[in-house]
């Protein structure tokens, strides 16, 4: 069984700060595995995703990066701004033989970044 | 970029009735749909998986008599809480997948778009 865990839960750091948010899975046999934010009381908003065979992907001030072998992959996030305060999330896509071949994301609990003026 | 609706985005309702929560995809057509359950501080649990025309695909603990999902368009997936009771009160998700796009399954992740989520206050 999957299982997905994010390192912080909680972090707090003062506006400008560069961060990492960490995210572990337990099964290698993954297609890809993506990060999102989730603001308070609202959706998901995809941020990066780096398919199966990629080591790394950036948008702007963040850059994800991918180690399948050891389960790992890290969010980093540059001069962060007091507009990055969210739930930051961690989603594995894996196969699912036993529905016909579909596919599952699953997540991790999430790390809440406050960052502070 | 595509738009995963959802309604409404909160309800209460009394414990023993019934309540609908809607999912639509408003750009383009979904042939899967996901729904998920978020309680406070917790993952995003996936409760079933919705296929246009075919029965829901439940996962292990969900009551498909309680949860009951009906996918009958390929704009539109609903999900209706049966006998709410006050465990129920939770954040319910919806994801669809853009029907065009993802052909290959390493890329399905691509054309995942989720909805803005509806709170369930069962009392």
């Known amino acids: 069984k999957q299982e997905v865990t994010q390192i912080p839960a909680a972090l707090s750091v003062p506006e400008g700060e560069n961060l990492v948010l960490n995210c572990s899975f337990t099964?290698?046999?993954?297609?890809?595995l993506q990060w999102f934010r989730q603001d308070p009381g609202k959706g998901l908003t995809s941020l990066l995703l780096?398919?199966?065979?990629?080591r790394e992907q950036t948008s702007g001030r963040l850059n994800a990066s991918l180690d399948k072998s050891s389960g790992r992959s890290t969010l980093y996030i540059a001069a962060s701004q007091p507009g990055d305060s969210a739930t930051y999330l961690c989603?594995?896509?894996?196969?699912?033989?036993?529905?016909?071949?579909?596919?599952?994301?699953?997540f991790g609990k999430g790390t809440k970044l406050t960052v502070n003026p | 970029g595509a738009v995963v609706s959802q309604h409404p985005s909160w309800v209460i309702c009394k414990s023993g009735t019934s309540v609908k929560i809607e999912c639509r995809s408003l750009?383009?057509?979904?042939?899967?749909m996901f729904w998920y359950r978020q309680f406070p501080k917790q993952s995003l649990m996936l409760m079933a998986t919705?296929?246009?025309?075919?029965?829901?695909?439940?996962e292990q603990g969900v009551e498909k008599d309680k949860f009951l999902i009906n996918h009958a368009s390929l704009t539109l997936s609903t999900l209706t809480v049966t006998s709410a009771h006050p465990e129920d009160s939770s954040f319910y998700i919806c994801?669809?997948?853009?029907?065009?796009?993802?052909?290959?399954?390493?890329?399905?992740?691509?054309?995942?778009?989720f909805g803005e989520g509806s709170w369930l206050t069962v009392v």
């Open positions: 994801s669809a997948r853009d029907r065009r796009l993802g052909r290959t399954l390493a890329s399905s992740g691509n054309t995942i778009y």
């Open positions: 099964d290698s046999a993954i297609y890809n």
């Open positions: 780096i398919q199966s065979s990629q």
């Open positions: 989603a594995v896509m894996r196969r699912v033989i036993t529905q016909g071949g579909s596919e599952k994301l699953v």
């Open positions: 750009d383009f057509q979904a042939t899967t």
């Open positions: 919705s296929n246009e025309g075919s029965k829901a695909t439940y």
